[in-house]
T-cell receptor, first 115, second 110 residues
Framework: NAGVTQTPKFQVLKTGQSMTLQCAQDMNHNSMYWYRQDPGMGLRLIYYSASEGTTDKGEVPNGYNVSRLNKREFSLRLESAAPSQTSVYFC??????????????FGPGTRLLVL | EDQVTQSPEALRLQEGESSSLNCSYTVSGLRGLFWYRQDPGKGPEFLFTLYSAGEEKEKERLKATLTKKESFLHITAPKPEDSATYLCAVQATSGSRLTFGEGTQLTVNP
């Protein structure tokens, strides 16, 4: 049981390049999330998927797109990377029990540097 | 808008020196308050969930408590391996999102 896994662990991009961050969970959770973490800003929600087939914007969605590929996988895409997107990206998942989201469990993170 | 403020930003303790971390929050209606531990270069690791004022939970040297306005994470006789950043987050009854504080960076010196 690996929990939440993320690939890649590290990535360096040039401004304008695109990339996709991958996330998978093996806990049979309904809901998945993408956060970014920046010094002095805490964790901020980019996008989330409450259940397979749905996605919603979080606090800082501009410049990003997401795809809920299936129940296990949730990807985050940067179409044209900007230096402001240099950050550490975390994926998380949780169980949806009725209308209630339970505890979120986090992956190890992807460290992204945009030059 | 939900808000979470953690204090202090950083705390240095000697091994065995007990202390508390504070998490103050404002939320329209609290469904749950979460504590996470984050080690450098790693993702947040879940510690506790508290649901109602007066609730307490313990795990080894850590005890979390909750009032209507704040939560405390008490660390009793800490060890160097307790050094980490501790994050607090709230979940409102109106939605599923977590709102995180900026964390308290704890260093325990041997």
């Amino acid at each position: 049981n690996a929990g939440v896994t993320q690939t890649p662990k590290f990535q360096v991009l040039k401004t304008g390049q695109s990339m996709t961050l991958q996330c998978a969970q093996d806990m049979n959770h309904n809901s998945m999330y993408w956060y970014r973490q920046d010094p002095g800003m805490g964790l901020r929600l980019i996008y989330y998927s409450a259940s397979e087939g749905t996605t919603d914007k979080g606090e800082v969605p501009n410049g990003y797109n997401v795809s809920r590929l299936n129940k296990r996988e949730f990807s985050l895409r940067l179409e044209s990377a900007a230096p402001s997107q240099t950050s550490v990206y975390f994926c998380a998942s949780s169980r949806l029990l009725g209308q209630v989201q339970e505890t979120q469990y986090f992956g190890p993170g992807t460290r992204l540097l945009v030059l | 808008e939900d808000q979470v403020t953690q204090s202090p930003e950083a705390l240095r303790l000697q091994e065995g020196e007990s202390s508390s971390l504070n998490c103050s929050y404002t939320v329209s209606g609290l469904r749950g308050l979460f504590w996470y531990r984050q080690d450098p270069g790693k993702g947040p690791e879940f510690l506790f969930t508290l649901y109602s004022a007066g609730e307490e939970k313990e795990k080894e040297r850590l005890k979390a408590t909750l009032t209507k306005k704040e939560s405390f994470l008490h660390i009793t006789a800490p060890k160097p391996e307790d050094s980490a950043t501790y994050l607090c987050a709230v979940q409102a009854t109106s939605g599923s999102r977590l709102t995180f504080g900026e964390g308290t960076q704890l260093t325990v010196n041997p």
